[in-house]
């Protein structure tokens, strides 16, 4: 038995029946990371100390008889834009590549309380800027079911590690996709909370009205696992949802007869692979076929979200970025005055995307510019919220594609900013309406997985892991490794 290859639930029933050790669970997935890691590269820094020190701790837990935690004893990993105390935090970025926060995040904190063990930190693009992790100031990760694709960005580190299994499950940050994204690259399971239900306290902000941290897991289950450990209120965070969290597996249930599930015309882009869009077809055929009924939706706007969004976002890019001046923390270049020191900093330490997204943000910004640019961007995302409202009048849940196509080579999108872009098309209109949404494997072109997205109201996480689950127990598609997570 490969205890890598399991499921959180799974390892979390033998570790309860004693069947297993949490130090046998630790033990295996630092094998698989020495047996393919050099392949996938999914870890910028690996945590093995402490995470075998704290796999000890749950068997010690365990031996006394005490109640463990659904997570307690079972590796992940933590996206490296998201602190942790005494572990080195660089968020794929020069700049940051000997910072090691003072504290961690509110949601290392709440797995920490959960006696999770944590291998180490996760590759991404650039602070998150990015849909397929050749950002990153390191290196490029790469998909596991086409080691020559991209995983997906920008948390594709922690999505490779989970489809890799070198984790069983991962934490990424979604602030356009960045969770659905990768996760529909690499054929598991990715959920984006409703904005506010999960702390951003400690995740080192890109776009902080879009930010939002999310699970990356094997299945629903494990997504309704990881998402009720990380959520909930926090003092912290002026943005923080003081919202009971409820119990997310009880939505577990594979019954949707009468769920109203809504398409949206407008997301079947030109442009779209026609694989892609007969997976997601199919998809919404297994639904009616289960009980929901189904209905076609407009929402107008969409058209313009992805404008919007890179506006929304470069701007708030350009004003989180601007603490990055070699004074306080971080890199440091040589100058003769302040001002020198602060471009050689900025010029050594930023990679070339970053130093784009902070100029065009800064000129959305600027005299003259901020009502062409940026005050009507706002506007743009007010009609698209209003867009969600009102689908949301008709039915439960909005189903569509979550990319226009499968993984693309690395290297295919690296000199097209704007191609890169296009990726995001499916995926930002829900981070500028502050939706949940959910990626799970409805498909494959070839080898390559095809991501499902369901999309649910503000809070309705529920809804969408109930649809979720439904749809993932009619197939088999979560149930396939990757050629590397299968070898």
């Not at 949707?256 to 599930?261: D, L, S």
């Not at 910004?365 to 009102?390: M, N």
Request: glycine share 10%; net charge negative.
């Amino acid at each position: 038995m490969e205890l890598n290859k399991l499921k959180a639930h799974e390892l979390h029933r033998k570790l309860q029946a004693k069947e297993i050790s949490a130090v046998e669970i630790a033990e295996a997935v630092f094998s698989r990371i020495s047996a393919v890691e050099d392949k996938v590269r999914s870890y910028i820094t690996l945590t093995r100390e402490e995470a075998m020190e704290q796999a000890r701790r749950t068997d010690e837990k365990i031996g006394r008889g005490e109640t463990i935690a659904p997570l307690a004893g079972i590796p992940g990993a933590i996206k490296d834009n998201i602190c942790t105390k005494g572990i080195k935090t660089t968020c794929g970025s020069k700049i940051l590549n000997n910072f090691i926060p003072p504290y961690s995040a509110t949601v290392v904190d709440k797995l920490s309380a959960q006696d999770t063990v944590i291998v180490g930190k996760t590759n991404m693009d650039e602070f998150g800027m990015g849909s397929s992790t050749e950002n990153s100031a390191y290196f490029n990760s790469r998909n596991p079911w086409d080691t020559d694709a991209v995983p997906g960005g920008s948390s594709g580190g922690s999505a490779a590690a989970v489809a890799a299994a070198e984790a069983i499950w991962a934490i990424g940050s979604d602030t356009g996709g960045s969770v659905r994204l990768p996760a529909a690259y690499c054929g598991v399971v990715g959920l984006k909370p409703t904005y506010g239900r999960v702390s951003r306290y400690g995740l080192v902000a890109y776009g902080s009205s879009l930010d939002q941290i999310g699970p990356i897991t094997r299945d629903v289950t494990d997504s309704a696992l990881v998402l009720g450990a990380i959520s909930g209120y926090d003092p912290a965070d002026s943005t923080s949802a003081n919202a009971a969290v409820p119990d997310y597996t009880k939505a577990l249930v594979p019954d949707i007869r009468g769920m109203k599930v809504g398409l949206p015309k407008e997301y079947f882009v030109a442009g779209m692979d026609p694989e892609v869009g007969k997976a997601v077809y199919r998809a919404i055929e297994q639904l009616k076929a289960m009980g929901a009924d189904y209905k076609e939706v407009s929402m107008p706007h969409t058209s313009y979200a992805l404008a919007a969004y890179y506006v929304v976002a470069t701007a708030e890019v350009s004003s989180n970025l601007a603490r990055y001046d070699g004074v306080g923390f971080g890199h440091r270049g040589e100058g003769n005055d302040i001002i020198s020191m602060c471009k050689r900093t900025r010029t050594e330490g930023f990679g070339e995307e970053v130093r784009r997204r902070i100029m065009l943000g800064t000129y959305a910004l600027s005299s003259g510019y901020y009502d062409a640019y940026y005050l009507k961007a706002l506007k743009v995302r007010t009609l698209i919220k209003q867009d969600f409202d009102k689908a949301f009048e008709q039915v439960d849940i909005l189903v569509t594609p979550i990319a226009p196509s499968p993984a693309f080579k690395i290297g295919e999108n690296v000199d097209d900013p704007l191609a890169m872009y296009l990726q995001d098309v499916c995926t930002v209109p829900i981070n500028l309406a502050g939706v949940p949404a959910i990626s799970l494997p409805c498909g494959f072109k070839g080898n390559l997985p095809i991501g499902l997205q369901i999309i649910g109201k503000p809070l309705a996480e529920e809804t969408i892991l109930r649809a979720a689950f439904a749809f993932e127990q009619s197939n088999d598609y979560y149930q396939r490794l990757a050629p590397l997570g299968g070898a």
